[in-house]
């Protein structure tokens, strides 16, 4: 569903998107994780999470001095359970893999 949504994306802005995803086990490399999630940790410490609204809120008051600031929204959209990719879909996808490690890297263009 990702990737036909990706393709469609690209179909919809005329433009190529690249993906790079980290492989599984490999988020410590990741820089976003490095400069939040120990900032979240220290917000939520020693806090009992019993609702999204409190886990919201201390989010959003996470902060540091060098400036940063976390925003957080709770999503009240409802997913469809069961929808699968359109049939033709890989028929059409334009997408092309890297040769290193192709399944987390790749660009879908879109169709012309």
């Given at each position: 569903?990702?990737?036909?949504?990706l393709q469609n994306l690209a179909?919809?802005?005329?433009?190529?998107?690249?993906?790079?995803?980290?492989?599984?086990?490999?988020?410590?490399?990741?820089?976003i994780e490095h400069r939040l999630?120990?900032?979240?940790?220290?917000?939520?410490?020693?806090?009992?999470?019993?609702?999204?609204?409190l886990v919201q809120e201390l989010?959003?008051?996470?902060?540091?001095?060098?400036?940063?600031?976390?925003?957080?929204?709770?999503?009240?959209?409802?997913?469809?359970?069961?929808?699968?990719?359109?049939?033709?879909?890989?028929?059409?996808?334009?997408?092309?893999?890297?040769?290193?490690?192709?399944?987390?890297?790749?660009?879908?263009?879109?169709?012309?």
């Amino acid at each position: 569903m990702f990737k036909e949504s990706l393709q469609n994306l690209a179909n919809t802005i005329g433009l190529p998107i690249r993906l790079a995803h980290y492989p599984p086990y490999t988020s410590k490399w990741n820089p976003i994780e490095h400069r939040l999630f120990p900032h979240l940790t220290r917000s939520m410490q020693g806090v009992i999470l019993n609702s999204l609204e409190l886990v919201q809120e201390l989010i959003r008051k996470t902060t540091t001095t060098t400036g940063l600031r976390v925003f957080a929204r709770i999503s009240k959209k409802m997913y469809d359970a069961g929808k699968e990719v359109a049939d033709d879909f890989y028929e059409h996808a334009n997408i092309v893999f890297d040769r290193v490690l192709g399944s987390w890297n790749y660009v879908v263009s879109p169709n012309t």
